[in-house]
């Protein structure tokens, strides 16, 4: 009995590891999935002001000022949020570095960064 | 153009001597929080005014996107006002300063309306650098600290950075004009 014990209990350890190397390399791949940041408006500012994401990760930017504000890409304006006001927010998938500002209030501006 | 910016700063600064000496001339603070909602009504009205000009007389697109801003968030401060001092059951009290406000304001906008068409845009924008400055002051140096109510001190310290990203704006657009004559 004893060898039969001993060969089952080496292949239940075996499995257990197996399934946890499983397990941990789901988890890694969970922390792959795009993750979702958050800027607060706050007090005429960009908070953080500057971010850095991966690449496809989703900001959300939040208007907690009674102040109309935007998001809007400051170089080249090719994007724009639109005004929005408190407590209403506006997001944007990012694929690049980016700069942008309130084009409302020009000298409200923030970056984000693809991490390398 | 030399004598409207001496002009400005010679405005600016008897301005600031109006507002700041009836209160210092008193022994201790004595605007109390009715008369202090005034003030930031009046001063809020004021820059809502000065804009309503400068969207009548200028043609520069980012001098009247400017004072299409000063209207829109003037007056988001002042209904914020409204709304606290309506949820607080006070009355805006009418007082030395905002009466020493409204008449330096009735000067401005004379001299606002008379301004000749090619010299508007960069006295409107010297004024609103000038009045922001002083408003800046005004609410930090005077009506924060005499504030009792919790409430209307922390709204006053909210619209401080508002107050600070227009100067801010401003003094953008008056480098932009000053770079262009």
């Not at chain 1, 590891?17 to 922390?31: C, D, P, R, V």
């Not at chain 1, 960009?46 to 109309?68: A, E, M, R, Y």
């Not at chain 2, 960069?122 to 924060?144: P, T």
């Not at chain 2, 005499?146 to 409430?151: H, R, V």
């Amino acid at each position: 009995m004893k060898p039969f014990l001993k060969h089952y209990h080496f292949q239940t350890v075996i499995l257990v590891s197996i399934i946890l190397l499983w397990g941990f390399g789901l988890k890694e791949n969970t922390t792959q999935e795009p993750q979702v940041h958050t800027v607060e408006i706050i007090k005429m500012k960009f908070v953080p002001q500057n971010l850095i994401v991966k690449k496809g990760d989703k900001v959300i930017w939040i208007n907690k000022d009674f102040i109309l504000h935007d998001v809007t890409d400051e170089k080249n304006d090719k994007w724009t949020s639109k005004p929005f006001g408190k407590n209403e927010s506006w997001s944007k998938v990012i694929t690049q570095d980016e700069a942008y500002f309130c084009s409302l209030h020009k000298v409200m501006k923030g970056t984000i960064k693809i991490e390398s | 153009m030399k004598n409207y910016a001496n002009h400005i700063k010679v405005f600016g600064f008897l301005s600031l001597l109006l507002l700041v000496i009836p209160l210092q001339a008193q022994e201790s603070p004595k605007l109390t929080d009715p008369e202090i909602a005034s003030v930031a009504v009046v001063a809020n009205q004021i820059d809502i005014d000065f804009a309503k000009i400068a969207l009548q007389k200028s043609k520069n697109k980012e001098v009247q996107d400017f004072a299409n801003r000063m209207i829109e968030d003037h007056t988001a401060v002042i209904e914020q006002a409204v709304a606290l001092v309506t949820k607080l059951k006070v009355t805006p009290i009418d007082n030395a300063v905002s009466q020493s406000l409204l008449k330096q304001a009735e000067d401005t906008k004379v001299n606002l309306e008379k301004a000749k068409k090619n010299d508007f845009d960069k006295y409107y924008v010297d004024n609103e650098v000038a009045y922001h400055k002083q408003v800046i002051g005004a609410v930090n140096d005077l009506l924060i600290p005499e504030t009792k109510n919790q409430e209307l001190k922390e709204l006053l310290e909210t619209v401080v950075p508002a107050l600070e990203t227009h100067l801010g704006h401003a003094q953008m657009l008056q480098n932009k004009l000053t770079s262009k004559k």
